[in-house]
């Protein structure tokens, strides 16, 4: 009897029709004290053009304009007071208590993004030529730089994907394949 009072007490002083802010994307209403997704990307985040959005799929739809390099969806929680300001929970820093990462990373692995990426020499020429002459003695040519990187750069791939599927934003050694 008394938990049904006390509920109903709380419901009072939170009307659910009360929206804090709409989402971004589809301007649903977002309620005060409701879950909510943010960008984690900076610039989706500053005071006057901060984005806010009802669900991950929403998050999803800003990302096309965006160009961001690696991005995900942070879960948070809307003040409950409509003069609560936007920070009812702390920002992410902590990476603890009820702040959620949802890491959806959309950057380099991606295709398109993919296109995007410096096709760049990854090798250290001098060092190289050092290591072949070190060896056997022999002069290495400059074209070998760039297939050379292009392998470099297979490999890599392959232990992006790999700390991908661990839900980790940081290539470890361990992530490389076995050759
Ligand atoms: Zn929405
Ligand atoms: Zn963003």
């Keep these: 009897m008394l938990a049904t009072i006390r509920r109903t007490a709380t419901e009072d002083r939170l009307p659910e029709a009360t929206p804090w802010r ?37 998050w999803e739809v800003h990302l096309p304009g965006a160009n961001h390099r690696e991005s995900w969806a942070v879960e948070k929680r809307a003040p409950t007071t409509p003069d609560g300001g936007a ?4 920002p992410a820093s902590t ?3 009820g702040v959620r990462r949802l890491v959806r990373t959309v950057g380099p692995a991606s ?7 410096p096709h760049e020499v990854l090798i250290v020429a001098s060092r190289l030529k050092e290591y072949v002459r070190a060896r056997v ?29 661990d839900g980790r934003m940081t290539v470890l050694d ?6």
């Design 22 to 58: 709409r989402c971004s994307a589809c301007k649903k209403p977002i309620a005060l004290g409701a879950v909510y997704w943010a960008c984690n990307v900076s610039t989706c985040n500053q005071k006057r053009t901060a984005l806010c959005f009802c669900s991950v799929s929403c």
């Design 95 to 97: 990476g603890t208590g």
């Design 174 to 179: 361990r992530d490389l394949p076995d050759h």
């Design 137 to 165: 003695g022999y002069n290495t040519s400059d074209r070998v730089l760039e297939p050379l990187s292009d392998i470099v750069r297979r490999v890599v791939d392959e232990a992006i994907e790999n700390a991908r599927r």
């Design 111 to 117: 295709p398109t993004a993919a296109e995007k990426v």
């Design 87 to 90: 920070e009812a929970t702390p």
